[in-house]
């Protein structure tokens, strides 16, 4: 019986949380169990997601299977791109170098600032009025 090796990261964005699964495979992408170009129409997105894969060369190595929940588009992009990352490195100690060179490994920690009492939003303010 052969065991088939899976590596498992978690990636965050924002509000958005991705568990990201990699077999040794001929590169085929779910996320949440659609087809990849489906899920992400914009270029950008997709893109941005097989950044890690392009700069360690495994683009057609590895089959991903990813589930998303929260946030939006952007965000979720974003967060498969860092659980594919740190499922790479898990994957190779050599990839984990030319990854954290390109700065993949990094969680990117912005996050949306809670709305102020008297306030708009959460930098905006009410007009001023003298009289």
């Known amino acids: 019986m052969v065991e088939i090796v899976k590596y498992a990261a978690t990636g965050r964005r924002k509000s958005a949380i991705a568990r990201v699964n ?6 085929a992408i779910k996320i949440n169990k659609r087809a ?4 992400f129409p914009a270029e950008t997105d997709r893109m941005k997601v097989l950044a890690p894969l392009e ?3 495994n683009v057609d190595k590895f089959d ?3 589930k998303v929940s929260g946030g939006g588009i952007a965000g ?3 967060a498969v791109k ?3 990352s740190r499922a790479l490195s898990l994957c190779d100690a050599d990839m984990r170098t030319v990854l954290k060179k390109a700065k993949f490994l ?5 996050i949306k600032e809670r709305q102020k009492p008297g306030q708009k939003g959460a930098r905006k303010k009410f007009q001023w ?3």
């Open 22 to 27: 990699i077999i040794p495979g001929t590169g």
């Open 36 to 39: 990849f170009d489906d899920y």
């Open 55 to 57: 700069i360690t060369h």
């Open 64 to 66: 991903i299977i990813a």
């Open 76 to 78: 979720q992009a974003d």
């Open 82 to 84: 860092l659980g594919l």
């Open 106 to 110: 990094r969680r990117d920690a912005r």
């Open 129 to 131: 009025v003298k009289r």
